[in-house]
C-alpha cells in the first residue's frame, strides 16, 4: 500500500504528464475542510509561503468553496465567479507576481466529502487551461477516484462537527485566517477592515459555532 507521501508522487506525477502545468501542489484536506501537509512539485516554495502568510484567504479555490460548486475539477474562473471582485483582484495580484496565469484544482473524495486535492498552475509560456485538458483532467479524476476510494476509511478526516453553512461571506473568510493563529489586528489587516469589525465577526462566531472563547473557536474550526 503506497504511503501518503508515495501517493501523492503518484498523483501529482499523473497529472502533470496527462496535461501540462508549471507548478503543482498535492494536499489533504482536513475535518475542516482546510488544505494541509502540501506536496509542492516545480520548485515554489517561495510562493507557496507567500500565499500561506498573506493570499491564502482571498484563494476561490480553496476546498471549502470548492465543495460548493458540487465539481471534482474546478477551474479559477468558475471559483471566481463565486468571489467578489475585490477579493479576485487581490487574488489575481497575488498570481501575477509569480507570472501565473490558471490554476485548476483537482479534488479526491471518500463518503461525499473531499480528501485530496491536487492544485496545477499555469504560467504565462503554457497559457491558459484549454476546455480540452479540462476535460482531460476530469477522465483522469475519476479513474484515480476508484484507487482513493478503495483507501476511503484510511484517507477519511478525523470526524469533526460540521461547520455551519449559514456562515457570512466575511465570517468564512476569517475562518483559514484563525486557523494560522492571526491575530485580531493581524486579521484587519488582511481583509482590510478595522480591529473592531474582526472583533463584532468573531463574536457572530461565537454564537454560531456554539462557543465561549477564542481558544475553543479554533478547535472548533479544527
Known amino acids: 500500500m503506497q504511503s501518503p507521501k508515495d501517493l501523492g508522487t503518484y498523483c501529482l506525477n499523473a497529472f502533470t504528464r496527462a496535461v501540462p502545468a508549471s507548478l503543482a ?8 475542510l482546510s488544505a494541509c ?3 509542492l512539485y516545480g520548485g515554489f516554495d517561495q510562493m507557496h509561503n507567500c500565499y ?14 470548492c465543495q460548493r460548486l458540487g465539481r471534482q475539477v474546478i477551474s479559477l474562473r468558475d471559483a471566481q465567479a463565486l468571489q467578489s471582485r475585490q477579493h479576485n483582484e487581490g487574488y489575481q495580484h497575488f498570481l501575477s507576481q509569480y507570472d501565473v496565469v490558471d490554476v485548476t484544482e483537482v479534488l479526491l473524495y471518500t463518503y461525499n466529502r473531499p480528501v485530496l486535492g491536487i492544485s496545477l498552475l499555469r504560467k504565462s509560456r503554457f497559457g491558459r487551461f ?4 479540462l ?10 477516484q476508484l484507487a482513493v476510494s478503495q483507501r476511503a476509511f484510511e484517507l477519511a478526516p478525523a470526524p469533526t462537527e460540521p461547520i455551519p453553512a449559514a456562515l457570512t461571506e466575511r465570517e468564512t473568510q476569517l475562518v483559514p485566517l484563525l ?3 492571526l491575530s485580531n489586528k493581524a ?3 488582511e481583509l482590510g477592515i478595522a480591529p473592531s469589525t474582526v472583533k463584532t465577526h468573531l463574536d ?14 479554533i478547535g472548533r474550526l479544527y
Open 25 to 32: 501542489a498535492f494536499y489533504h484536506i482536513d475535518g475542516g
Open 37 to 39: 501537509n502540501f506536496q
Open 52 to 65: 500561506l502568510r498573506r493570499y491564502r484567504h482571498l484563494d476561490p479555490l480553496q476546498p471549502i468553496y
Open 130 to 133: 484549454s476546455a480540452h485538458e
Open 135 to 144: 476535460d482531460t483532467l476530469q477522465s483522469l479524476q475519476e479513474m484515480l
Open 179 to 181: 486557523r494560522q493563529g
Open 187 to 189: 486579521i484587519a489587516r
Open 204 to 217: 457572530h462566531l461565537y454564537r454560531k459555532l456554539g462557543v465561549n472563547n477564542r481558544t475553543e473557536l
